[in-house]
T-cell receptor, first 115, second 116 residues
Framework: KQEVTQIPAALSVPEGENLVLNCSFT??????LQWFRQDPGKGLTSLLLIQSSQREQTSGRLNASLDKSSGRSTLYIAASQPGDSATYLCAVTLRADTGRRALTFGSGTRLQVQP | EPEVTQTPSHQVTQMGQEVILRCVPI?????FYWYRQILGQKVEFLVS????????KSEIFDDQFSVERPDGSNFTLKIRSTKLEDSAMYFC??????????????FGPGTRLTVT
């Protein structure tokens, strides 16, 4: 059974710092990995999707990397801003030949960026 | 930009009652999903729906739950005889298809269900 773990559970940084959020998964037979942002009491906003054949994806100040063989992904946020404060979730889907289509989520990293 | 919409945003119901949660997926998407998040816990998969049938379901999705695509735009989750432990945020999601495999999933804002 796929398990997704995110470290740290919470992180507080001063504005302007670069930071790294970590995600690990137990079954490397993934199809893709998505990073989401969740604001308190709100829905999930997709930030980046990395296919299993890719090593990284970038969107603005965000860069996500994937090392499928070691079961790890990182989300790098450059020059953090108070508006980045949210919970960041990592989720994976398994390979098509597993018959699974569902996303398996981690518990998230709660980020607070201090002005 | 197209988005997934959900109604209502908050539903309060008494234990034992039936509720229907509604979703309008993104119009050109073919895969639809329901997930839930109990307060303070992980987001959990309930069910996926493709080509007018359930594609996959979790062990949570028992006979108490059902899904339907009643028309070309809506996707619903019905919970029969609600229990206190059904209280959660319910998220609908949809995705395009690559070949026959779903691609990036887009989530709606959620319906907060409170069972009293």
């Amino acid at each position: 059974k796929q398990e997704v773990t995110q470290i740290p559970a919470a992180l507080s940084v001063p504005e302007g710092e670069n930071l790294v959020l970590n995600c690990s998964f137990t079954d490397s037979a993934i199809y893709n990995l998505q990073w989401f942002r969740q604001d308190p009491g709100k829905g999930l906003t997709s930030l980046l999707l990395i296919q299993s054949s890719q090593r990284e994806q970038t969107s603005g100040r965000l860069n996500a990397s994937l090392d499928k063989s070691s079961g790890r992904s990182t989300l790098y946020i450059a020059a953090s801003q108070p508006g980045d404060s949210a919970t960041y979730l990592c989720a994976v889907t398994l390979r098509a030949d597993t018959g699974r289509r569902a996303l398996t989520f981690g518990s998230g990293t709660r980020l607070q960026v201090q002005p | 930009e197209p988005e997934v919409t959900q109604t209502p945003s908050h539903q309060v119901t008494q234990m034992g009652q039936e509720v229907i949660l509604r979703c309008v997926p993104i119009s050109n998407h073919l895969y639809f999903y329901w997930y839930r998040q109990i307060l303070g816990q992980k987001v959990e998969f309930l069910v996926s729906f493709y080509n007018n049938e359930i594609s996959e379901k979790s062990e949570i999705f028992d006979d108490q739950f059902s899904v339907e695509r009643p028309d070309g735009s809506n996707f619903t989750l019905k919970i029969r005889s609600t229990k206190l432990e059904d209280s959660a945020m319910y998220f609908c999601a949809s995705s395009e298809v690559q070949g026959s495999y779903p691609y990036e999933q887009y989530f709606g804002p959620g319906t907060r269900l409170t069972v009293t």
